[in-house]
């Protein structure tokens, strides 16, 4: 019993602290969480392995949708993308959005992708969330 228990506490050991570090690979640097951005915020962040693709995406927190925003420009460790939090004009003004960057995509990705889930990837980001004012 007492080997039972000691293999149980060394696989919940390996899950959590695998899972953060998978979490820390790629960032989001800007803008903050909490935000206000208007239609087209410059999205910045760090890549562990400059190797692997970068993407963003961006949910409206009021749908179920995610859109693959355009291609990541990539600079060693950094990049950098604008990103489109909602429509034109007014429509989505108040409005806040999710964005995550994916590094590695399992399956291709392209800008106007819609997606369900967030893809599998080797690295997600942590989620920052702004709110559009303009």
Sequence with gaps: MQRLLLVSSLVVVL???LVPSSVAQVTITEPAPGS???MRPLVQGT??????????IVHPTTLNAMWVQPKVKQKGKRW???????RPGSVDVGKS???????GPWTPLKEG???NNLPGSDFISNPVTVRRTR
Excluded: M, S
Aim: proline share 3%; with cysteine.
């Design 113 to 115: 992708d819609v997606l």
């Design 36 to 38: 206000e951005v208007g």
């Design 97 to 103: 959005f999710e964005i995550r960057a994916v590094a």
């Design 80 to 86: 950098q993308v604008q990103v489109y939090c909602g």
């Design 15 to 17: 899950v959590v602290t």
């Design 47 to 56: 890549v562990a392995k400059p190797e692997l693709a970068v993407w963003v």
